[in-house]
């Protein structure tokens, strides 16, 4: 008798999973991984044709039928909420949120709410989303929040919520404060929905040869030379997402921060809750005046 091959790892089918910034780097490869496991999964990018070719290339290679997009700028809350309500037009539950979108931004950039840009994008699209798609993942519960932040976060210098409409930083400053208010959000999040079946957690995927930066021009010509350089494939960075939004071991794990597929602390400002708080509220104050309605994220606190 010859011995046969070990079975395919189905281990995520009939689970439900949205994935950010999917159309490139750490973020295809989560989606490819997850769509080989088995799950539904639900990719998000700014254009209908990249999002078409990065699900032919899935398809391609897992054979899933189970794929689908939706399409939208992160940046936007106004798109964010339209996507929202999209994938719950189109779905009843989700059991994994996988926030991954973000960039780096070396020159000043509002988003189309007048925003800073890289906090637009890195901070408050993860927020917005989890949030407007926080009762669905309750209710498909065990359910999972991912977010992607950054042993960047480490050079944060934030000591309060930036105001937009004074003098900040750009640029790496900018990001790193950006890579804090994930975990701080992580953290705070992970609070307020404890026993609610829904974790969330927060990892740095390592430095990996990905588009990151592409939109610098010349910078960010070099920060791809260094990371192509330095850096590890996207399948390999995207290893620590798959296991937070996988492993059965991580059941009720929760407001935690991953490296290598590993808890490890985090900086010792990303653990201040009274910063927290301040930049919850803050978060709730500026996405309130955009038109989210705030009331049932409010008794979160
Ligand atoms: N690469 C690294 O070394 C590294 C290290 C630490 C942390 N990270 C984090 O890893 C995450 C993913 O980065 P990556 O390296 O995979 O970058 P990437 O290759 O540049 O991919 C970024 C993804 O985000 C999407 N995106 C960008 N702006 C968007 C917007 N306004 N609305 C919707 N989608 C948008 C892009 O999709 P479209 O262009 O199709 O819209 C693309 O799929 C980021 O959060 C980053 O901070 C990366």
Redesign the pocket.
């Known amino acids: 008798m010859t011995a046969s091959a070990a079975p395919p790892d189905i281990s995520m089918r009939g689970k439900v999973c949205l994935v950010?910034?999917?159309?490139?780097?750490?973020?295809?490869m989560t989606a490819l991984e997850l769509a080989t496991k088995g799950a539904t999964v639900v990719i998000?990018?700014?254009?209908q044709e990249?999002c078409l070719n990065t699900l032919a290339e899935i398809e391609a290679m897992t054979g899933s039928k189970n794929l689908d997009y939706l399409v939208?700028?992160?940046?936007s809350f106004v798109e964010v909420r339209r996507l929202s309500q999209e994938f719950l037009s189109r779905y009843n539950k989700l059991n994994v949120l996988v926030n991954?979108?973000?960039?780096i931004f070396m020159r000043k950039q509002n988003s189309p709410d007048g925003l800073e840009m890289t906090w637009a994008?890195?901070h408050f699209a993860y927020f917005w989303l989890s949030c407007l798609l926080l009762d669905v993942l309750k209710a498909s519960s065990p359910s999972r929040i991912v977010n992607?932040s950054?042993d960047?976060h480490k050079r944060a210098t934030m000591i309060e919520p930036p105001n937009f409409r004074g003098k900040m930083p750009v640029g790496y400053i900018t990001y790193a404060d950006t890579?804090l208010a994930n975990i701080l959000f992580t953290n705070q999040l992970s609070y307020s929905i404890k026993s609610t079946g829904v974790t969330v957690n927060a990892l740095?995927?390592?430095?990996?040869a990905?588009?990151?930066g592409?939109n610098n021009g010349l910078i960010g010509k070099i920060m791809q030379l260094y990371?192509s350089t330095l850096?590890v494939k996207?399948a390999e960075?995207a290893k620590t997402v798959v296991y937070l939004a996988t492993a059965p071991e991580l059941y009720t794990t929760t407001g935690k921060y991953f490296v290598k597929c590993k808890e490890v602390n985090s900086s010792r400002l990303s653990y201040d809750t009274k910063f927290g708080t301040k930049l919850w509220q803050w978060s709730l104050d500026v996405s309130g005046r955009l038109g989210m309605d705030t009331r049932r994220i409010e008794i979160l606190k």
């Open positions: 950010t910034g999917a159309t490139s780097g750490i973020g295809k998000v990018g700014r254009s990249r939208g700028d992160l940046s991954n979108a973000g960039a994008l890195n992607v950054s960047a890579k740095h995927p390592g430095v990996v990905t588009s990151f592409a990371a850096g996207p960075g």
